[in-house]
């Protein structure tokens, strides 16, 4: 218990620290595009994607304390401990990341993982309030992470890479950054890389899921470069900007279609199953 509490107190909130600088941002980027009709915000679309983000971070602040308990079980459990040094850093960071690509790829690619997903991908636009759309149920995937957290890297580093690599996305979601220096678009995820994985163009479809590191992609061959302008959105569009049928639509699906089911096979394939 003192364990719990003295981690609560070294562990930084990252992320509310940033809400500031992410709301100017957001702001400024509201005022730039204002006049542009092709890019400008839609007014609905800002009121859903702000929506979802405020239901998110409620619910991350209600299952802190799980993801915490989690975290320190796991360092617990391990009986090897990595020294608290500058490359724990680097491997509790690339861990992380790589974890973020294996969950991603999966979310995608699954569609009882999708359902935690989808509702990242329901705009049509991109813009830096799209980041705000975290599902309510993204939590499910924690357990893609049990590597880290079994690693015996310390709790504090492994979580403060987590919300680092969490942060970094928030300014992929933009169309005023084009492309930047090739050394960087090489190594590290950019807006270019993210805007074709929100495309729903045939050429773009499941694509780029890294979050911090493209490398990942270029790796394990998921990676595409930006050649024509995206059009964003699902390929199965949503007609309704409600934040609870954004977060639930997939999974309401998903028990229809498996009540529907007539064997345990073709439940497998439900959930299991391609989106």
Known sequence: MLFLLQFEQDVQPLLLY??????????????????DPHHHYDADDLKASVGIGVGALVIN????????????FCYELVPWRIPNTWWAWVLGYLGIDFCNYLAHYIAHKQRIWWATH???????????????????????????????WLSGIHPVITFMCYQI??????WLHTEVITKLPRWFEYIFVTPSHHRVH????????????????????RLFGT???????????????????NVVYLNFHEWRDIV???????????????LFGPP
């Open 165 to 170: 690599d969490l942060l970094y996305q928030f």
């Open 118 to 148: 989808v509702t990242h991908h329901s705009s049509e636009h991109l813009n830096l309030s799209t980041s705000f759309r975290n599902s309510w149920t993204q939590h499910i995937k924690i357990i893609f992470f049990l590597p880290v």
């Open 223 to 241: 990676f595409q470069e930006e050649t024509e302008r995206p059009i964003y959105g699902l390929t199965k569009p949503v007609t309704s900007n």
């Open 18 to 35: 940033a809400a500031p600088i992410i709301f100017i941002f957001v702001a400024l980027e509201y005022w730039f595009l204002r006049h």
């Open 61 to 72: 602040g209600l299952l802190k304390a799980l993801t915490v308990g989690l975290i320190l």
């Open 198 to 217: 929100h495309g729903k163009n045939d050429a773009y479809l499941d694509k780029n899921f890294g979050t911090t590191f493209i490398l990942w992609d």
């Open 256 to 270: 229809r279609d498996v009540r529907k089911a007539k064997s345990w096979r073709e439940v497998t394939g439900i």
